[in-house]
């Protein structure tokens, strides 16, 4: 088991529903290791913005998407939708990323989830990110896709999209480890477009859109999209899928390790299930034999027929049941509600003067 606490765990310390004079004063010693934080995070930003530190290109256009805090912002299905956009378009795309929690083969998280969603996909991860662009274009791609990229400021983008999760869209107005921004809100001022995933209703939304810019003083990017997540079905490690609504009414227990458990549970609770548990795990977690027994256990000790966890999940575990107790994943994909063609736009504009494939010519 991780040393760390979960993120819902991290997520009620930082966001101040923890009480407690223990948790007040630990919040007093984030908020003092904050200070640094911020201001290597300002300093290296300026470093970029004035030229002090120098950007590398890539021999073909490179479209970031990244976020502003920790943890899940539906990034991945965001990165899944631009792909096929820009396959549709006869483009051959491949997703660049620094491979966080790659395991022995070298396979980070993200890449298993998005060959899972894009079949064929190119994905390379390194480090050097800025290497593994130029490798991505010398094996063919003729357009990068950066995944996690707008804190990486080193490789040079023709397009920034940022993915602000609309259940957390400010971070818990701190920086880390106080809250869960990487950077100050105003840096959104810096992307070309914004994408608000887990859209909510059209008053949140409005009033998330009026905070941010009130943040950036008035210079959010000028692209603005909301986008929801759908449920387009279930999936076993086997590969057999199923329609969502064949577990609505029946008793599971949810799991995941992912950074924004809550989503998940949320979403579990839309399905229309009998959660009997559920239990959150650290992003990226990597699930011992023995953790896997012990969730099965709880789920027969609660009458649950059923694991329910998350794609991302699910290509970690790479089972399709423990001790007998079934495993499926709720599969996700992004709708755009509005800006769809905005953002398009900007994306058919990035790519746009290179010359297509011949056979996407034919």
């Known amino acids: 088991m991780s040393l760390l606490p979960d993120p819902e765990t991290f997520r009620r310390l930082v966001d101040g529903t923890t009480p407690g004079a223990g948790p007040a004063a630990l919040r ?40 502003l805090t920790l943890g899940g912002t539906g990034k991945t299905p965001l990165v899944a939708w631009l792909v096929r956009l820009l396959a549709s378009h006869g483009r051959r795309p491949a997703v660049v990323s620094r491979g966080y929690a790659a ?3 070298g396979t980070s998280d993200e890449a298993a989830e998005l ?28 357009v990068v896709v950066l995944d996690d990229g707008f804190q990486h400021r080193r490789l040079a983008r023709e397009l920034d999209i940022v993915a602000v999760d609309a259940s957390d869209p400010f971070g818990c107005g701190h920086l880390v480890p106080r809250g869960l921004l990487r950077e100050p809100l105003a840096s959104l001022a810096r992307a070309d477009a914004i994408v608000l995933t887990r859209a909510a209703e059209p008053a949140r939304r409005a009033a998330i859109r009026t905070r941010l810019a009130a943040a950036c003083r008035g210079r959010l990017p000028p692209v603005w ?19 969502a609504d064949t577990i609505r009414g029946r008793r599971v227990l949810g799991f995941c390790g992912i950074g924004n458990p809550g989503a998940f549970r949320a979403t579990l609770t839309g399905l229309g299930v009998d959660l009997a548990g559920f239990e959150p795990f650290a992003d990226h977690h990597a699930f011992t034999p023995d953790e896997l027994a012990g969730i099965a256990a709880a789920a027969r000790a609660a009458g649950a027929g059923m694991l329910v966890t998350t794609v991302k999940d699910l290509v970690r575990i790479r089972r399709t049941d423990v001790e007998g107790v079934p495993i499926v994943a709720v599969e996700i994909a992004m709708h755009i509600l509005s800006g769809g063609a905005e953002l398009e736009a900007a994306v058919l504009r990035t790519i746009a003067g290179r010359t297509a494939p011949a056979e996407a010519r034919t």
């Open 28 to 67: 007093l010693v984030l908020a003092s290791l904050s200070v640094p934080y911020e201001a290597a995070v300002s300093l290296r930003n300026a470093g970029y913005d004035r030229g002090w530190l120098a950007t590398a290109a890539a021999p073909v256009p490179v479209i970031s998407v990244g976020n």
């Open 103 to 105: 395991d022995a083969s």
């Open 115 to 142: 060959s899972l969603l894009v079949p064929g996909l190119t994905h390379v991860a390194h480090r050097d990110r800025v290497a593994a662009a130029r490798t991505a274009a010398e094996s063919g791609a003729d």
């Open 225 to 243: 999209a909301e986008a929801e997540h759908e449920v387009v079905g279930l999936r076993s490690a086997s590969g057999v899928t199923s329609a």
